[in-house]
């Protein structure tokens, strides 16, 4: 099962910053934090990932909670394109471990 | 960017009859993945695949369903015998396996069963 919790929905106004929150309070030590979209029916894409340290790429940028037990993905520059279901998965990196994917957060990007 | 690709993108088949959906996972990744969504469902993992054999499953992947990799490309997922319950969205996955270890998609098959 998912270990993480998300909001089901969230509007943010094209050209805003969107912060998507995500709490993993049971994570472990050793387990990353992805950021997957997907958008319609594609597949998952991948965004972002982190362990301890903010992370940035030309996507979104990371922020990780100094407790590790929350996140939250910053997309800084909205667009309608980035209108998607994100999800946040915890998991051990360097083994064949499945990504469990919850629900997510639906994000609508408004003109 | 290397890509995995899925074929076929749609296919549409009879309850009962036997389906072979195919991926084309990045080249040198070690991990290959199966996973399916159901219409306005969540994304729900069915097999992970390492060195030949299947190395974690769900209950999803019951004995109806066999996963393959006949040759150093491509790898299947096989239905033996379809039901309506089997309509979804199939996605492949590959990863290298190491470092971060991201899980790369494929844009998926549709499978509609009559």
């Known amino acids: 099962d998912a270990k993480t919790t998300q909001p089901t929905s969230m509007d943010c106004a094209e050209g805003r910053a969107a912060n998507l929150p995500c709490n993993h309070s049971t994570i472990s030590g050793n387990e990353y934090v992805y950021w997957y979209r997907q958008i319609h029916s594609q597949g998952p894409q991948y965004i972002i990932h982190?362990?301890?340290n903010n992370e940035t790429n030309e996507m979104a940028s990371l922020i990780i909670t100094e407790d590790r037990k929350s996140s939250t993905l910053i997309l800084p520059h909205a667009t309608l394109r980035d209108t998607a279901v994100y999800y946040c998965i915890v998991r051990v990196a360097d083994t064949g471990n499945q990504f469990y994917f919850g629900t997510g957060t639906s994000l609508t990007v408004i003109p | 960017e290397p890509e995995v690709t899925q074929t076929p993108s749609h296919q549409v088949t009879q309850m009962g009859q036997e389906v072979i959906l195919r991926c084309v996972p990045i080249?040198?990744?070690?991990?290959f993945y199966w996973y399916r969504q159901i219409l306005g469902q969540k994304v729900e993992f069915l097999v992970s695949?390492?060195?030949?054999?299947?190395?974690?499953k769900s209950e999803i992947f019951d004995d109806q369903f066999s996963v393959e990799r006949p040759d150093g490309s491509n790898f299947t997922l096989k239905i033996r015998s379809t039901k309506l319950e089997d309509s979804a969205m199939y996605f492949c996955a590959s990863s290298q396996g190491w470092g971060a270890n991201v899980l790369t998609f494929g844009a998926g098959s549709r499978l509609t069963v009559l």
């Open positions: 080249s040198n990744h070690l991990y």
């Open positions: 695949f390492y060195n030949n054999e299947i190395s974690e």
């Open positions: 982190g362990l301890k």
